[in-house]
């Protein structure tokens, strides 16, 4: 087992725990990121629009 974690990858442990947790923070980063974009940018609807109104200036 101590081969294996310091030498079985090339890098120690510790070394390769760190990159994978940077590879999944920026990860999560960028999906968070992606979702507040797209949030931003979809059109708010007009509460007082009626379903038809709506449907029919938005292609539906």
Avoid: Q
């Amino acid at each position: 087992m101590n081969w294996f974690r310091h030498y079985g990858l090339g890098f120690h442990a510790g070394e390769w725990l760190a990159r994978g947790t940077v590879v999944l923070l920026a990860l999560v980063l960028g999906i968070a990121v992606l979702r507040l974009v797209i949030w931003l940018l979809t059109p708010k609807r007009d509460k007082d629009e009626s379903e038809t109104d709506y449907w029919r200036m938005h292609g539906g």
